[in-house]
């Protein structure tokens, strides 16, 4: 791999994005920091200035990818209103069938990392702009996101890892609008348990309802 160049004062970011160029080449397991030293052309004692330790910066990177793809579903949703959600979740699988290997990255997460915009908080806000348009009940609104998330995240591993494959040139964004469609029906007719549903939590919720003045689920 080609040494960086990066500008002074820029070196944690140099140290990144070499980090993510090593992640494609290898995946997430098979580089040091001080190979991603020796690639950004710094000393090791540099980059620990930077990153305690190579696992530090797999969380820091997890942390720039979902700000990224956060950002990129944000677009998608605002570029199609009136189909927001399924905008943001057609970015997603694209982007995962892009770049397999970063994807894979994400399951350091965060850290503590504060990450925004985070997906989770476009398919949030997505999935309450259709409660306030009348298009899905409140009372299916609560862990709604964990339901759309489980169900395109699924889609997006089967194909990733080859166990189904599509052939029209538009399947795969064909393929997640039905599945996200399914599953707004199926919230939408769903009728209350006679026991709550779970209440799920990620790490990112966790965080979110620590924050003081929020209330995230």
């Not at 530090?56 to 677009?75: D, I, K, T």
């Not at 064909?174 to 029906?185: C, G, N, P, S, Y």
């Amino acid at each position: 791999m080609a040494k960086a160049r990066y500008h002074h004062g820029e070196l944690r970011g140099a140290l990144l994005d070499a980090a993510e160029a090593l992640v494609r080449e290898r995946r997430v397991g098979g580089w040091s920091l001080r190979e991603v030293s020796s690639v950004v052309g710094v000393s090791a004692s540099a980059a620990y200035h930077h990153f305690a330790s190579r696992e530090a910066l797999v969380r820091a990177l997890a942390a720039r990818v979902l700000a990224q793809l956060g950002e990129r579903m944000g677009q998608a949703a605002a570029a199609e209103p009136g189909r927001g959600l399924v905008a943001a979740c057609r970015a997603y699988v694209r982007w995962a069938l892009e770049d397999p290997a970063v994807r894979l990255a994400l399951n350091a997460g965060g850290g503590g990392t504060p990450i925004a915009p985070h997906p989770h908080d476009v398919l949030d806000a997505e999935l309450d702009r259709l409660v306030a348009e009348g298009e899905l009940g409140a009372p299916s609104r609560p862990g709604a996101e964990f339901v759309v998330w489980a169900a395109v995240h699924g889609l997006t591993t089967l194909l990733a890892d080859g166990l189904v494959t599509l052939d029209e040139p538009d399947g795969v964004e064909r393929e997640t609008e039905r599945v996200v469609q399914a599953v707004l029906t199926g919230l939408a007719r769903e009728t209350p348990p006679p026991k709550p549903w779970p209440a799920p939590h990620s790490a990112h919720t966790r965080r979110r309802s620590a924050q003081p003045g929020t209330g995230g689920s």
